[in-house]
């Protein structure tokens, strides 16, 4: 699935720190000692495994600040569905500074393209229902625009970015508050009409009180099965209704025949494993 590029600042500037961290202040010392200054090569990033693929604009920033000569072509695109020995990248350029952002290119990629295949066995898995497999903010700190947008690319849905995106009411929030339909009313007086609330609820017996206050969106928070078709035959389809906890690929279909809107899985950015992406000579 084609996605939107992120800022060129937030590329850039998070691939400069990435550059920053491996090669210290010394720089790549290897490549220094044993290549000369002058030596050219031409390289193949190449898939190891099938998935799809994400992390093409990260990797190529990390060779043009390496080498900003070097010659660049990708053979894919973020998004793109990839098997065993598919080229991705071919490169050439000065040898010392294509392998001084060889590490940098895979630690993108490999993560990106995880996360973006694991979220795609996700969608596939509840294909042919109506619901919609979305992140959370289990994401690594200082990485989630990456994140985001691998789950993107492997066809996923944006839950909310942050903090600032919209009004998400969690149980703490509600026992701070006094209860589901006191924290509601809260939210509505203070936010603007654009802002949108949501409330999570753990009890089906919470259910008719978040609507009832105006939640535009329901959280039920590791309802069982029963208490999720349940709540699907309360709301009506007045409320979107998110599905979350205790959702992996072997309980994830039946959730989404339950009927509800969306299904949050935390594990699509804090377990996918890594892509295997490698740099072969040309």
Known sequence: MPVMPLPRHVVTEAVARAISEDQGGRGD????????AHADAKFYFKSREAGVICGLQPALEAIWQCDPEALVSPQVEDGAAVKPDDI???????A?????????????????????SFTA???????????????????TPGFRAFELQAVQAGGGALHRYGLDDAILIKDNHVAVCGGVAEAVEAARNSAGHMTRIAVEV??????????????????????????????????????????SGGVNLDTVRGIAETGVDIISVGALTHSAPNFDIGLDEA
């Open 202 to 243: 753990d009890r089906l017996d919470q259910l008719d009180a978040a609507i009832a206050a105006g939640a535009e969106s329901i959280l039920l928070d590791n309802f069982p099965l029963d208490d999720l078709r349940a709540a699907v035959a309360k709301a009506k389809g007045k409320v979107t209704l998110e599905a």
């Open 121 to 139: 066995r996700y969608v596939e898995a509840v294909a042919g229902t109506n619901a919609r497999i979305v992140h959370t903010r289990k994401t």
């Open 96 to 116: 010392r500074g294509l392998l001084s952002a060889e590490r940098i290119a895979l630690n993108f990629m490999g993560r990106m393209s995880g996360i973006a």
């Open 29 to 36: 010392v290897t490549s220094l000692a044993c290549i000369p």
């Open 88 to 94: 991705l990248i071919s490169v050439t350029g000065r």
